[in-house]
């Protein structure tokens, strides 16, 4: 084998772990793959969390619509946040501690630390933003890597697939 098989073996090879920090790549979602994955900044002072009719049914958005995720890693426990740097710019959580709005549990909304910042959390699970989720009602992060997904009113995981038309590519970055 040639020093420059091997060398492009060990690349692949530590890509394929950079891939795996936020889901195993095994894509539960299909889809068109886009090339951009330009990094997203946490979005600030979401103000209110309310519940919205989308394409999966009643989900959990923030006051302007987004679709708000949860990453199954994390489990429902506090301060149990386990997307890393990488993760976090395809999927930049919801700072700050929102109101309740329109269908959602004020009971069930709190915070949790994220590196000296606030995340707000919502049945115990960190609530983050997908990225490529530009308008009101997109869902195209759902089921990445069968580990993001939307939540109802009760801060349950909807596992059920989108349309094929409606979700991204399979990978969580």
Not at 42 to 64: E, H, R
Not at 99 to 111: E, P, Q, R, S, V
Not at 122 to 141: E, N, R, S, W
Not at 144 to 153: E, L, P, R, S, T
């Amino acid at each position: 084998m040639s020093r420059s098989t091997v060398a492009t073996v060990a690349l692949v090879f530590a890509a394929s772990l950079g891939l795996a920090a936020c889901g195993d790549g095994s894509a539960g979602a299909t889809g068109t793959s886009g090339s951009s994955t330009q990094a997203a900044s946490a979005v600030k002072d979401p103000s209110t969390v309310k519940i919205a009719d989308s394409s999966l049914g009643k989900i959990l958005v923030d006051g302007k619509g987004r679709t708000l995720y949860l990453f199954t890693a994390d489990g429902k426990n506090m301060n149990s946040m386990k997307c890393d740097a990488q993760c976090l710019k395809l999927w930049p959580p919801m700072e700050g501690k929102p109101k309740a709005g329109a269908g959602a549990d004020a009971k069930l909304i709190n915070t949790t630390d994220l590196a000296g910042k606030t995340q707000a959390t919502y049945a115990g699970h960190p609530l983050y933003y997908y990225a490529p989720d530009k308008a009101a009602g997109d869902v195209k992060g759902q089921g990445i890597d069968k580990v993001w997904y939307v939540m109802d009113a009760h801060g349950k995981a909807i596992t059920k697939a989108v349309p094929a038309a409606k979700n991204d590519s399979g990978y969580g970055y």
